[in-house]
């Protein structure tokens, strides 16, 4: 196993060669791809790809064109979020956003982009592999960030907005729009590992309720959060009527459920032999950011 | 071998169908989706794919999911470019647009949804199929939809729209924007059927003049087409300052232009062995909505 650091290294060295690797894209199209796909951050979802297949002894390599892909999916609904028909943001992680340097439409065109190459680097690196990893792999990829998965939360965020915040509400959000797209990468991974069903669904309970617990200490640092740390403004939730953990079961509840999610999560591996040490810790760090 | 208008009756039969089949969708995102895949038309990209698998031998029912996707691809382009950031249409077919019924944000994630469906839907065919097939299809229809194909010649037509027309931008766009979408059912629907490598080619380039041919009939209808015939205000492009065949070319030397690439499309399929009369004469009809 390696280090965070050394997988998230692993990640930035490739995102963009990977990018390039599917051809001669016109420039304008690429630089806007670019631009949002190397803004940095803690490339979380990739890194869990690289470290779940490593987890269980499979190939890095293999690995990482998936990675790549699922941060390029990650970072296609961060550019269509930001539009102004959706969330309207001017600003992610501290630069403006890619509306906000190349135009609605370029910005629409580059989220297609990244999704459409995302799809396309799996398939290539599927049909290299030969046998059904890839196709499976890529699949549970394209399910999770699907119309059943993070689109279908999106939706629901998006048309919930304002509307009376309930426990089952909020928990079909935070499924879809957050825990599918951390679930991915373990499902992934683990696939493209060789993993049998029952260790495949392990992962997959791990990832769920990372994911829960990590929408929980989100919702937690709008309220409590100030803007240096959180590098956006905090108590924006609350103000756009978005519909959070907090809302509905208020700050010490969800303090005690986003810790829970974690230990479900942690416990979620006990049975899965391979080096789980790397996904245990990456799951209770997810805590300190409030506690 | 079928009829067109049976290869298109088992599309219309199946369009809604396959995508209800890929689970719990919010019924709002479903209803935005089907609104513009139920929309009719000629269903032109998904009849190609079961002709061509057809004419080659290959079963009808492992390329539906296929043919089914690629429409989904083409209605998502759609309902994307329709956006008021892009060409701001308001009517698509005799019907309002998508963002006109649902609003943009939701326009926007009906066509993200619709992308993510299709992969979604060619990665399932993919491992029933269990061999390789599957996934090569659908890896030549990410590529041609994606960015070297369809979302790089819808960039350079957004980008192009007022700059001075040459016929090689006006050639970039055509095989990209609209030639990459009429080849991709060839190559798809040849590699399902088993195909080996010098016989996809042929198909390949029959899709590619197919589709030069069908967008420079395009270009003249917009010139000379009454709007009762095209469903939509014919002298748009050259008010728009798009780039087209006719701008470059003149109406005369297009007529010529299209023949001579439905001429070498007929061509192209004289080596390979099967039912080709079918897509032959798909090709020569091209001409008959201009001659």
Known sequence: MKTYAEYLTMVEGALSAQLASLGEIPQQLFEAMDYSLSAGGKRLRPVLLLAACDTLGGSL???????????????YSL??????????????????????????????????GLLSAAMELMLRAAVRLGDLRGVRAAEAIARRAGVCGMVAGQVMDVTGEGSEP???KVDYIHRHKTADLLTAPIEAGFILAGADTVTVAAGCEFGLQLGLAFQMVDDLLDVEGDAATLGKTPGKDAAEGKLTWVAVKGIAQTRLDAAAA?????????????????????????LNRVQ
Request: hydrophobic content about 40%; overall charge negative.
């Open 262 to 286: 974690v230990e479900q999560a942690v416990r979620a591996l006990d049975d899965v032999s391979g080096e789980t040490n790397f996904l245990k810790t990456l799951a209770q760090t997810t």
């Open 166 to 168: 309930t426990a089952e």
């Open 79 to 112: 550019i269509h979020d930001d539009l102004p028909a959706m969330d309207n943001d001017d600003l992610r992680r501290g630069r403006p956003t890619n509306h906000k340097v190349y135009g609605e439409g370029m910005a629409i065109l580059a989220g297609d």
């Open 61 to 75: 390599e293999e690995a990482l064109p998936f990675a790549c892909a699922l941060e390029m999916i990650h970072t």
